[in-house]
């Protein structure tokens, strides 16, 4: 790499630090918003809504729903119809409970909604317990379409740091290579259901490189996304985040390859 290229790449990251500074900034001034929401209620799902069913959005680590204030806005500006957040718990860390909390969630909306499927888009923590659910036991067949943000599918070796500060054993579930990580790429989606990984190369929450990369069986039902210049958190308030998620959602075309890595560039 020459000089030019090193200079650029700096400013690059220099760059993406900032946003992620603010984004962080943005998370912990919405946070107690968060702890006040009222649990939402939802209407039977209207066939001419945008999105043909109802949307659960699920926070990550340490985060509640006003990590998603901002995407459930742009949605509802749009006239997207029953999009629901939630609220778990995540210091105790057992993905169990996390997943039970998620199963009771989803099928209170199907209820409401009269719906027989729901999608779900998952922040970090929050896509891996909704792979989880779809993948295993009773959530089978309830998600069509998960789409992940920031989540380290392959597992990330930063999740260390979770061991100071959470019980049970979350830091060595989301470690690389742990039964978890291997369990949920080597089960098979049910049919019909589909997964898309949206990323970025710059976050270092889930670093190295590579580890939101998805795959799976049925191969036809991946697909990987790959934004420019955002780090973790800022996925959750960029415009080009929101533009690729609610994209993926509505988008009902045939995934081409599993091993397709969709790039999408700053406009």
């Not at 898309?196 to 697909?223: L, Q």
């Not at 308030?237 to 009902?252: N, P």
Request: proline residues 4%.
């Amino acid at each position: 790499m020459g000089l030019r290229e090193r200079l650029d790449l700096g400013k690059k990251i220099v760059s993406i630090t900032a946003r992620e500074i603010g984004a962080n900034i943005r998370a912990i001034n919405l946070y107690p918003f968060g702890m006040m929401t009222r649990r939402q209620t939802g209407a039977p799902h209207p066939h001419f809504a945008v999105n043909k069913r109802p949307i659960l959005l699920v926070h990550g680590v340490i985060h509640n729903a006003s990590a998603f204030f901002p995407l459930r806005k742009c949605m509802e500006q749009e006239g997207w119809k029953n999009v629901f957040t939630i609220n778990y718990p995540t210091r105790h860390g057992s993905l169990t409970k996390m997943v039970d909390t998620l199963s009771e969630r989803v099928d209170e909306i199907l209820a409401q909604t009269k719906s027989d499927q729901i999608d779900i888009v998952g922040h970090s923590l929050g896509g891996i317990i909704s792979r989880y659910y779809m993948s295993v036991g009773a959530g089978r067949g309830k998600v069509h379409h998960l789409i992940t943000l920031g989540t380290p599918h392959r597992g990330t070796p930063l999740s260390i740091f979770l061991k100071a500060g959470f019980m049970g054993g979350l830091n060595t579930d989301l470690r690389s290579g742990s039964y978890i990580i291997r369990m949920l790429n080597e089960t098979a989606l049910s049919r019909g259901s589909r997964l898309t990984s949206i990323s970025s190369k710059y976050d270092f929450v889930a670093w190295p490189g590579g580890n939101c990369t998805v795959e799976g069986m049925p191969r036809h039902a991946f697909r990987n996304i790959e934004l420019e210049s955002i780090g973790h958190l800022g996925l959750l308030y960029s415009q080009e985040s929101f533009a690729a998620t609610m994209g993926a959602l509505v988008d009902e075309s045939p995934i081409e390859s599993t091993h397709l890595v969709q790039k999408i560039s700053e406009s």
